[in-house]
Each structure stands twice: as structure tokens, then as C-alpha cells.
């Protein structure tokens, strides 16, 4: 496997409340054991991916190439070692996220409903670029019928993401979720709402793509993506 290359973002600011005064850099607190790594996955690619379906909370398997992204994944972080992995109770999360602890004696995985990709209500099974998708609501303004609000995902999302953190102050952890829950999966690690994250740039993550978020007390989190051969123009 080929050494990947990563491009860092640091995010400016201090965490709300708390000054940015401290006698020890982020690195040196990482080397003391003082940091929680996370990495942020997104689920190998389903068929429904391939073909610009909305899947939303159907539960779709992962097809051929989504199977050896999966694989590719665990192989990205074989000699990483993992305190735990989460994935969402969806299959083609959990599937990616069983092929990283395959092998791993000490770690399983563990499944939080929170996780899971927006729901979707009516709009899914739709392709994504068929014209009727041109009338889904905002998420600040969708009904029952059209799945969840973006409060609602946000919301189950966020309880999701404090009960992984008060599990974890520290060490490495690995996350396998989806498109448009881990938009806000990230916006809760860095300490931000969406519409802070939003100032930053669209947040967009393939199916192969892995983001690392390093969170040590006093210190603004700080990301990195790690880009895959062939994806070098990223950079």
C-alpha cells in the first residue's frame, strides 16, 4: 500500500470559555497521552451511491467497490491502534467499520442509532438529480412526510457525538458514517454549529475519504484530511 499523502487545516479560535493560555503545545500534549484523535469515516459505496440514489435510512449493503474500500480502509489504519470503533446501525456502516476490527482482538463495534444518515422520508429512493428533488423543503422547513429537519439530525446527532466523548478524553477512536451525517458529526468534534462550519467551506467526503480531528483540552480541534493516491489534486 502506498504511503498517503495529508493535507492539515487548523481552525483559528479557542473553544468558547476557555482562553488560549497554556504552558505545553498541542504536541507535546498529544506525546502525554492528553489527546482524543478521531477519525471520521464515511461507509464504502453501495449501489445506491454508484447510481446518485438518495438513500437515506434504507439499508443498503455495500457493493463490490464498496467492499474493497472498506478493506483499503482497514489497510489505512493497520498499526493504527483503536480504543474503539463506532459505526451507525445502518449495514453499510456497520460493515465498513466490522472490516476495520476484523483482526483487532481488543476492539469492537459498537452501533449508535444517532449516527445514522439523514433521514429522508419520501425523498428517498430518488435519484438526485431527478427534477422533483429541485422541491424538497430546507431542512428548517420539511414535515413529517419529507423525513428529518435539520434540528432533528442535529439533535440526535449531537447526543450521539457527547456520549462518544465522555467515553473517550483520550487515545484513538474511529467513526464510520455517512454523507450527511458526518457534516454534523464533524461540526460537533470541532466544537462548532453548522452554520460556524459552513463559514469554513462545503464539507463533502467520498466514499474513500478519511478526516482525522485531534481534540486536546485548551486548544482549538484541529483536522486533517487524508487524501488517496489519484486524489493528489486536492492538495
Known amino acids: 500500500m502506498k504511503r498517503l499523502a495529508i493535507v492539515a487545516l487548523v481552525l483559528l479560535g479557542t473553544p468558547r470559555g476557555v482562553p488560549y493560555i497554556l ?17 471520521l469515516a464515511r461507509h464504502g459505496q453501495t ?6 440514489i438518495a438513500q437515506g435510512w434504507t439499508d443498503t449493503p455495500l457493493n463490490d467497490t464498496g467492499r474493497e474500500q472498506a478493506m483499503a480502509l482497514a489497510e489505512r ?4 491502534e483503536l480504543d474503539a470503533i463506532y459505526s451507525s446501525t445502518l449495514t453499510r456502516s456497520r460493515t ?3 472490516t476495520v476490527a476484523a483482526g483487532r482482538k481488543k476492539v469492537k463495534v459498537t452501533s449508535l442509532s444517532g449516527l445514522r444518515e439523514v433521514g429522508l422520508g419520501k425523498w428517498e429512493n430518488v435519484a438526485l438529480n431527478d427534477p422533483i428533488m429541485k422541491t424538497r423543503p ?3 422547513k420539511r414535515g413529517p412526510e419529507d423525513g428529518e ?16 466523548l465522555n467515553r473517550h478524553r483520550k487515545g484513538t477512536i474511529l467513526i464510520v458514517g455517512h454523507a450527511g451525517a458526518n457534516g454534523y458529526i464533524l461540526s460537533h468534534l470541532l466544537d462548532m454549529t453548522r452554520q460556524e462550519l459552513a463559514k469554513q467551506g462545503q464539507f463533502v467526503q467520498d466514499n474513500d475519504e478519511l478526516y482525522l480531528v485531534e481534540r486536546t483540552a485548551g486548544f482549538p480541534p484541529r483536522v486533517f484530511k487524508f487524501i488517496a493516491p489519484g486524489k493528489f489534486n486536492q492538495l
Not at 507535546?28 to 482524543?36: F, I, S, W, Y
Not at 449501489?47 to 446518485?52: E, P, T
Request: a negative charge.
Open 23 to 39: 504552558s505545553s503545545s498541542p504536541s507535546e500534549l498529544l506525546a502525554q497521552g492528553k489527546t482524543l484523535r478521531v477519525y
Open 47 to 52: 449501489d445506491g451511491n454508484l447510481k446518485g
Open 77 to 80: 489504519l493497520r498499526g493504527v
Open 96 to 98: 465498513t467499520a466490522e
Open 138 to 140: 430546507p431542512a428548517d
Open 149 to 164: 429537519s435539520g434540528a432533528q439530525v442535529d439533535e440526535r446527532v449531537a447526543a450521539a457525538v457527547k456520549e462518544i
